[in-house]
């Protein structure tokens, strides 16, 4: 259902390090702070030994003392099998626990406790949507949620999951660097080829837009790597750490959980000190204990920002190697390109910026916050979808080419990578076997030549075809985008007509019962964490009453002391300063509430006798 005019649409970018939400008001995109004031909220979430889940900030400060029960960087998880690479090289690097779900989807252990990857991911949403029901002081549900270009349909489908248990209608999914180019362009007239370099966390995008007048941004191409981000560079500070620390003491830090979140907090905060300085000390006393003695170790170390350079340059000429595919795709030259705009935390690294500038011939455009760039622009496609009056028009392109298996477990291609959707492909096919009655369609999503290199999106079966030598019956094949990337896909017999067909829906690794369930869950947590939102304002009220009336009662008690009516006033007021206090211990928000009442009185009252005069 298309929201109306009077629904606040925002915009998440749900990133792997840290995540933000804007929104557009009065014509103007504003980025949301969270209650600390910070614009940017750490995508971590933690569960306490009293069961209590943190998120944010005050998860990331818990992180050591509560590491094997604190999730981060699980967007590189989001939407893959267990026993895939990438979740096979998390598994070696993250403190807390990943195990295999029961659809070989990726499960993540907390005190006892098993959670999904979307139900994870769906906490930091859930906090990214009472940020902006606490600044627009009304209930959100509508949002664009922002995704990595590269990301597969399972990938995308899990991100949609995950807003749908955070309670959120999730009325699209929009790319990253799409997004941070919509920000880039919102309101300007300009005729430009943009090159946004999007380097974040735990992704690498690379996107070509054409931006026109009035307000048309096409994608011309699109690439990327999905497990490429600055959490590697992270790793690779680690590695030399652990290494150096494993020659002089033969001990293995990374058998240590809480001394592995401390390697890892260090390596992120000398990589983040070396954009701005050329050397950075790492200090970590007492990192382990060994030996019967509980011999304490230190690691002390000083990095130097050509160290880092050297051991992560690799990382950035993978990023430069994409980027020259993705021109070569787009058929275009790197002088071509109007203007590179940088996106994500890691191009704040002075090397990743000389590579950038070296590549495209020209110093990248600076003038975009490389954080909040991309929640901006979700907020804005979210405002075009509410407002039809809005002259933006978003032409996207598929990141994938999809295909179908054809003899000898080959993948034929009939949607190329970078097609601009909506879009629509034909092809047709011949039996392959003597006396075929019947074809399996095996819809595919392209990662190779292979079949068992590529991810398989459906499959449906076109039967009672006529029986004949092999290549004498014809089968058209026809895949269909719609704007929303749905695809559709269809078989028909030539000679007869007859036709099947199926429309793709990309599986998460969820069922629908089990995201009902998290749902309910989800929901459940939003009425505590609102009572307790309640709570909070209303003792920090009534404790703020209790000192007023505390310091006016020896003024009052001097007044009105010598009367029996004045005694009496002071012991029903000291039975309500006791009330009060029961009732912040108990957290009795029901006689919260009362006692602020009846300390209002009290202290009106007493405001009352100590201003006249006598």
Known sequence: MKPTSTDPVIGIDLGTTNSCVAIVEDGVPVVIPNRGGYKTTPSMVAITEAGKRLVGHIAKRQAITNAENTVHTVKRLIGRKFDSPAVKSARMTCAYEIVEGPHGDVRIKLRDQLYSVQEVSAMVLQEMKLVAEEHKGREITKAVITVPAYFSDSQRQATKDAGQIAGLDVIRIINEPTAAALAYGYGK??????????????????????????????????????????????????????????????????????????????AEKAKCELSTVSESDINLPFIISVGRSNEALHLQRTLTRRELEEITRDLVERCMEICEATLHDAQLKRTEIDEVVLVGGMTRMPLVQSMVGDFFGREPCKGVHPDEVVAVGAAIQGKALLDESEELILLDVTPHALGIMTHGKKFEELIGQNTTVPTSQTKVFTTSRDNQTAVKILVLQAEGDRVDENNILGEFILKDLRPAPKGHVEIEVTFAIDSDGIVSVSAKDLETGREQSIQVTASSGLSEEEIEQMMEKADEYLVDRRQSDEFEAMRQQVEKLIAEVERLFPDVEHIVASSDFGREALGKARGVLDLARRAVEDRNLAALKEQNEALSRTHRMFKGVVSRPH
Not at 195 to 201: M, P, Q
Not at 208 to 225: H, N, Q, R
């Open 189 to 266: 007239e300009i005729d430009k080829l943009v090159a946004v370099f999007d380097l974040g966390g735990g992704t690498f995008d690379i996107s070509i837009l054409e931006i026109g007048s009035g307000g048309v941004f096409k994608v011309v191409a699109t690439a990327g790597d999905t497990f490429l981000g600055g959490e590697d560079f992270d790793a690779r500070v680690i590695d030399v750490l652990v290494k150096e620390f494993y020659d002089e003491h033969k001990v293995e830090l990374r058998q240590d959980r809480m001394a592995l979140q401390r390697l890892k907090d260090a």
